[in-house]
């Protein structure tokens, strides 16, 4: 089984830095997502990290360190369309599927 | 096109009825999934089709029924549910399920059971 923790809340700054944690212990670990899903929408994926380091895509980056089981979402120069429900993903390594568990996700709000 | 569409988008049923959700893809992915999402929690896998075949099921109560007839359609059926099974239903493709590939989400159908 797998057990993903992000925190429930975040409330930031416009123009600002926010790092989103995920822990993670799983079995078979064999990737880690993020998704971002605003309400009411379908979940977009944001980014995947397999290896360890740092990912990064325009405003978005994200890290991986696998012997911690941790990873991070950074969202630089936030904007208010950035308010959103950001979900760690993590693939289990297991035959027969891509199968995703998500964490609970973390809601974030972008304020001016 | 790079998308999943989902219909209807809104559904309500009696616990008595019958009914499908649909979902379909045009990237020629070759995995396809269902997921169940309730209010304010993360998706829940409840099926994964790979080529057309039914590869994961995570002990869905056989009142959902899914059916792939095609590598682009997936349908799932619905009978005798029960209030409790009210949520957003989200469908999914991905390239392959060998590697990881990142899954593309459809809107969703959010289903009411009365």
């Given amino acids: 089984g797998q057990n993903i923790d992000q925190p429930t809340e975040m409330t930031a700054t416009e123009g600002a830095i926010v790092q989103i944690n995920c822990t993670y212990q799983t079995s078979g670990f064999n990737g880690l997502f993020w998704y971002q899903q605003h309400a009411g929408e379908a979940p977009t994926f944001l980014s995947y990290n397999v290896l360890d380091g740092l990912e990064e895509k325009g405003r978005f980056s994200s890290f991986l360190s696998r012997s911690k089981g941790y990873s991070y979402l950074l969202l630089k120069e936030l ?34 | 096109d790079t998308e999943v569409t989902q219909t209807p988008k809104h559904l309500v049923m009696g616990m008595t009825n019958k009914k499908s959700l649909k979902c379909e893809q045009h990237m020629g992915h070759r995995a396809m999934y269902w997921y169940k999402q309730k209010a304010k929690k993360p998706p829940e896998l409840m099926f994964v089709y790979s080529y057309e075949k039914l590869s994961i099921n995570e002990s869905v109560p056989s009142r ?45 159908t959010r289903l009411t059971v009365t």
């Fill in chain 1, 79 to 112: 904007q208010m369309k950035d308010s959103a429900s950001y979900l760690c993903a993590v693939r289990e390594g297991r035959g027969g599927g891509n199968k995703l568990t998500f964490g609970t996700g973390t809601q974030l709000k972008v304020e001016l």
């Fill in chain 2, 64 to 108: 959902f029924s899914p059916e792939c007839p095609n590598s682009s359609l997936l349908n799932l059926h619905l009978h005798a549910l029960q209030p409790e099974d009210s949520a957003l239903y989200l469908c999914a493709s991905s390239q392959d399920v060998g590697v990881t590939y990142e899954q593309y989400f459809g809107p969703g």
